[in-house]
């Protein structure tokens, strides 16, 4: 007889199969009704089915962002974005300009825009989710964007009304707004972002109006399996959820269905591009528009009212209407599946349980998953008690840690010098988990069949499994389920050979090595944590000086600027004084003229440049203004002569409202020097003496 004898093991009743780990005999009844090859299936996609289903994918990672997450982000930019543009200088762009195509053909129309594209989407799928029942579509569904729209209208006449009651024109006599403005003057108020609104309103209401799209492919397989169902008459899937719908509804929304799903998934794609729209022009709106205060105030009551709507009022049962997506049947609803916490811990504290029966276990390393569990720990618990650590304190590192065995061992040497003995309940320990029974019977087959022996107890010679692979010995068969499930092998065979007991140096010299290696991996996470804090103060050191750097460049420039200017204004004034003197010389010299006196001739340049000036003047037609701003930017344009000096205040504020709109602002020239009044805006320019050019200067006026 070989030392060693190998066993197979059969699956009862019928026929004996090989098992790959060790030699038990497990008796199991197979169910065979799990398998019949009537259930439909579902139809081969093609490739363009695959591209649709590529972009419908990508478009629901773009709009079905987390609306919390995106919520607070959209806050967070109304404050930050709106310091940006406020405080730091940022370039001019296109957008920057309130006449750019998409302010005026599609921010200011931004409620047309989102309604265009959600009500045919909100027709098309709650018709169809209500199989074809309009009335009830009518009542539930029709009824959000009615109130949508009713909430923008009264949002965006509150805000003109605030603007009107507490705003004021920046010169005197004017109480309305409108009559401020048609005088060409500028109406200063907390005027509340309407386009802020508008904006983040919008988005919320299209992502909360695209929402039954998630999972609308369902649809089509729950049709095909109750359709399945009806006809043979199968009562087994009980948890379709369109098993309560009658016929009526069944061929109702078959037809809606497939009639609509090209249609809804192509709007849902436009949907998207619109949110996304409406996300760029919020950015632009932060930079370039009101401030920031207002900005927030219209972001704030935006939120808000998407909250009120369609988190609090919509989903309640009580009130109509209903949430979109809602109708007589759930498609969206997943089945939730018990953690892996969850069955762990009901195995730790199930005393009652009953034990498994042979028919209710599967074949080896297809067994259920609590089986596993249990196996798991009791593998950890005794690796650890050999390891030389007390049984009671490794119970209670498993109750609380788990059945991860270097976790359970950290926590059992940093409470190696507890002097207070630990109680471990029984409900929360690995001996208060009942054993799952198994009916077995195991047949040891004779090698040697030449000896005439027959079958004989393996229980009598057996002392232990061994690993083919790694040659390791295992007393019982849980040591075998944990060796297998971390290592992967699957040879197994039972022997004669006795495992002998790890010594107490062995003990010592392997809980040494085990310590070794923690302490290595602790020190190894400290460098790295040490590494990744010096790694962060040198980019925040490399930030800051990068940041030191850009802004003494931008003073420099700023000085560059201001030299500049001083220079083109000393030459400016210098011109202009020449200009005077010779136009005193030329008027001396008409008047000793007229008066019979001789005229004194001056060989110089100074006498000669005054005749150039007494001749005949020309008739101009227009005339070339120069408005130097408060900030020492230049801005030019022509004009015809008999405009009046308004136009030139109006084309101020319109070509620069961000710098001299926010404030009130007089005018005035240098050479001669005037400072222009109420009765002067009036006045052609021509009147004025300001043709055939003049520089008109903005200057602030402190009220």
Same mark, same amino acid.
């Given at each position: 007889?070989?030392?060693?004898?190998?066993?197979?093991?059969?699956?009862?009743?019928?026929?004996?199969?090989?098992?790959?780990?060790?030699?038990?005999?497990?008796?199991?009844?197979?169910?065979?009704?799990?398998?019949?090859?009537?259930?439909?299936?579902?139809?081969?996609?093609?490739?363009?089915?695959?591209?649709?289903?590529?972009?419908?994918?990508?478009?629901?990672?773009?709009?079905?962002?987390?609306?919390?997450?995106?919520?607070?982000?959209?806050?967070?930019?109304?404050?930050?974005?709106?310091?940006?543009?406020?405080?730091?200088?940022?370039?001019?762009?296109?957008?920057?300009?309130?006449?750019?195509?998409?302010?005026?053909?599609?921010?200011?129309?931004?409620?047309?825009?989102?309604?265009?594209?959600?009500?045919?989407?909100?027709?098309?799928?709650?018709?169809?989710?209500?199989?074809?029942?309009?009335?009830?579509?009518?009542?539930?569904?029709?009824?959000?964007?009615?109130?949508?729209?009713?909430?923008?209208?009264?949002?965006?006449?509150?805000?003109?009304?605030?603007?009107?009651?507490?705003?004021?024109?920046?010169?005197?006599?004017?109480?309305?707004?409108?009559?401020?403005?048609?005088?060409?003057?500028?109406?200063?108020?907390?005027?509340?972002?309407?386009?802020?609104?508008?904006?983040?309103?919008?988005?919320?209401?299209?992502?909360?109006?695209?929402?039954?799209?998630?999972?609308?492919?369902?649809?089509?397989?729950?049709?095909?399996?109750?359709?399945?169902?009806?006809?043979?008459?199968?009562?087994?899937?009980?948890?379709?959820?369109?098993?309560?719908?009658?016929?009526?509804?069944?061929?109702?929304?078959?037809?809606?269905?497939?009639?609509?799903?090209?249609?809804?998934?192509?709007?849902?794609?436009?949907?998207?591009?619109?949110?996304?729209?409406?996300?760029?022009?919020?950015?632009?709106?932060?930079?370039?528009?009101?401030?920031?205060?207002?900005?927030?105030?219209?972001?704030?009551?935006?939120?808000?009212?998407?909250?009120?709507?369609?988190?609090?009022?919509?989903?309640?049962?009580?009130?109509?209407?209903?949430?979109?997506?809602?109708?007589?049947?759930?498609?969206?609803?997943?089945?939730?599946?018990?953690?892996?916490?969850?069955?762990?811990?009901?195995?730790?504290?199930?005393?009652?349980?009953?034990?498994?029966?042979?028919?209710?276990?599967?074949?080896?390393?297809?067994?259920?998953?609590?089986?596993?569990?249990?196996?798991?720990?009791?593998?950890?618990?005794?690796?650890?008690?050999?390891?030389?650590?007390?049984?009671?304190?490794?119970?209670?590192?498993?109750?609380?840690?788990?059945?991860?065995?270097?976790?359970?061992?950290?926590?059992?040497?940093?409470?190696?010098?507890?002097?207070?003995?630990?109680?471990?309940?029984?409900?929360?320990?690995?001996?208060?988990?009942?054993?799952?029974?198994?009916? *077995?019977?195991? +047949?040891?087959?004779?090698?040697?069949?030449? =000896? %005439?022996?027959?079958?004989? @107890?393996? &229980?009598? /010679?057996? $002392?232990?499994?061994?690993?083919?692979?790694?040659?390791?010995?295992?007393? *019982?068969?849980? +040591?075998?389920?944990?060796?297998?499930?971390? =290592? %992967?092998?699957?040879?197994? @065979?039972? &022997?004669? /050979?006795? $495992?002998?007991?790890?010594?107490?140096?062995?003990?010592?010299?392997?809980?040494?090595?085990? +310590?070794?290696?923690?302490?290595?991996?602790?020190?190894?996470?400290?460098?790295?944590?040490?590494?990744?804090?010096?790694?962060?103060?040198?980019?925040?050191?490399?930030?800051?000086?990068?940041?030191?750097?850009?802004?003494?460049?931008?003073?420099?420039?700023?000085?560059?600027?201001?030299?500049?200017?001083?220079?083109?204004?000393?030459?400016?004034?210098?011109?202009?004084?020449?200009?005077?003197?010779?136009?005193?010389?030329?008027?001396?010299?008409?008047?000793?003229?007229?008066?019979?006196?001789?005229?004194?001739?001056?060989?110089?340049?100074?006498?000669?440049?005054?005749?150039?000036?007494?001749?005949?003047?020309?008739?101009?037609?227009?005339?070339?203004?120069?408005?130097?701003?408060?900030?020492?930017?230049?801005?030019?344009?022509?004009?015809?002569?008999?405009?009046?000096?308004?136009?030139?205040?109006?084309?101020?504020?319109?070509?620069?409202?961000?710098?001299?709109?926010?404030?009130?602002?007089?005018?005035?020239?240098?050479?001669?020097?005037?400072?222009?009044?109420?009765?002067?805006?009036?006045?052609?320019?021509?009147?004025?003496?300001?043709?055939?050019?003049?520089?008109?200067?903005?200057?602030?006026?402190?009220?």
């Amino acid at each position: 007889m070989s030392a060693r004898r190998k066993s197979s093991a059969n699956i009862q009743p019928n026929k004996t199969q090989r098992n790959p780990l060790n030699n038990f005999n497990i008796k199991n009844e197979t169910l065979r009704n799990e398998a019949k090859g009537t259930k439909p299936t579902c139809e081969a996609a093609s490739v363009k089915d695959v591209l649709v289903m590529a972009v419908l994918h990508l478009c629901k990672k773009t709009i079905f962002f987390d609306v919390r997450l995106k919520v607070a982000l959209y806050l967070a930019a109304l404050f930050v974005v709106s310091l940006i543009g406020d405080f730091i200088p940022f370039p001019k762009s296109y957008f920057a300009r309130s006449d750019n195509l998409f302010n005026v053909y599609f921010v200011k129309l931004g409620w047309f825009w989102t309604l265009l594209f959600s009500s045919p989407f909100l027709y098309f799928t709650n018709l169809t989710l209500c199989c074809g029942n309009f009335q009830r579509f009518l009542k539930h569904h029709v009824p959000r964007l009615l109130i949508a729209t009713i909430f923008w209208y009264c949002w965006t006449s509150i805000f003109n009304v605030i603007e009107n009651a507490y705003g004021r024109c920046n010169m005197r006599g004017y109480e309305t707004k409108r009559g401020c403005l048609k005088a060409g003057h500028f109406w200063s108020g907390f005027d509340i972002s309407g386009h802020v609104f508008i904006l983040i309103y919008s988005s919320l209401v299209l992502i909360e109006e695209a929402r039954p799209i998630v999972g609308w492919d369902n649809i089509k397989e729950h049709l095909r399996v109750e359709d399945h169902n009806r006809k043979t008459q199968d009562s087994s899937s009980s948890l379709n959820p369109l098993r309560n719908l009658n016929e009526d509804e069944i061929t109702s929304l078959k037809f809606l269905y497939s009639k609509y799903t090209p249609i809804i998934k192509l709007l849902f794609v436009a949907i998207t591009i619109l949110q996304l729209l409406w996300d760029i022009m919020l950015v632009c709106t932060m930079l370039y528009y009101h401030r920031m205060v207002e900005k927030v105030a219209g972001g704030i009551i935006a939120i808000c009212t998407w909250y009120f709507t369609y988190r609090a009022w919509y989903p309640s049962k009580s009130i109509l209407p209903d949430a979109a997506g809602k109708g007589p049947f759930i498609y969206q609803q997943k089945a939730v599946q018990p953690s892996s916490v969850a069955r762990r811990n009901s195995l730790l504290t199930n005393k009652t349980a009953k034990p498994s029966t042979s028919s209710e276990l599967p074949k080896f390393m297809e067994i259920n998953r609590s089986f596993k569990v249990k196996n798991i720990i009791m593998g950890a618990l005794e690796q650890l008690v050999e390891m030389g650590f007390p049984k009671e304190k490794v119970e209670k590192a498993i109750s609380i840690i788990g059945d991860n065995t270097e976790q359970a061992m950290e926590w059992l040497l940093a409470h190696s010098n507890d002097e207070e003995p630990i109680s471990v309940p029984a409900s929360e320990t690995v001996s208060a988990v009942t054993p799952i029974e198994t009916d *077995t019977s195991v +047949e040891i087959k004779n090698d040697e069949s030449s =000896s %005439g022996e027959g079958s004989s @107890s393996i &229980s009598a /010679e057996a $002392k232990s499994i061994k690993c083919e692979d790694c040659s390791r010995l295992f007393k *019982t068969p849980l +040591e075998v389920e944990f060796h297998a499930t971390k =290592s %992967g092998h699957t040879n197994f @065979s039972e &022997s004669i /050979e006795e $495992k002998k007991p790890l010594t107490e140096e062995e003990k010592k010299a392997q809980l040494k090595l085990i +310590e070794e290696k923690i302490a290595k991996k602790r020190a190894d996470r400290e460098e790295k944590e040490k590494q990744e804090s010096l790694d962060r103060e040198r980019m925040r050191i490399k930030s800051g000086k990068d940041l030191t750097e850009v802004r003494r460049k931008m003073e420099e420039d700023e000085m560059k600027k201001i030299v500049e200017e001083r220079k083109r204004d000393k030459a400016e004034e210098k011109a202009a004084r020449d200009r005077v003197k010779a136009q005193i010389e030329a008027d001396k010299a008409a008047r000793r003229a007229k008066s019979g006196q001789p005229v004194i001739e001056k060989p110089t340049q100074s006498q000669v440049q005054p005749q150039a000036v007494v001749s005949p003047p020309k008739d101009y037609k227009q005339t070339r203004i120069q408005i130097r701003l408060p900030n020492g930017t230049t801005i030019a344009e022509t004009f015809d002569k008999n405009e009046q000096l308004a136009a030139v205040r109006l084309f101020a504020q319109l070509k620069q409202g961000d710098e001299v709109g926010l404030m009130s602002f007089g005018m005035m020239t240098t050479f001669p020097r005037k400072v222009f009044g109420a009765d002067d805006y009036e006045q052609t320019l021509e009147q004025l003496g300001l043709v055939p050019s003049a520089t008109i200067i903005i200057t602030r006026v402190v009220s």
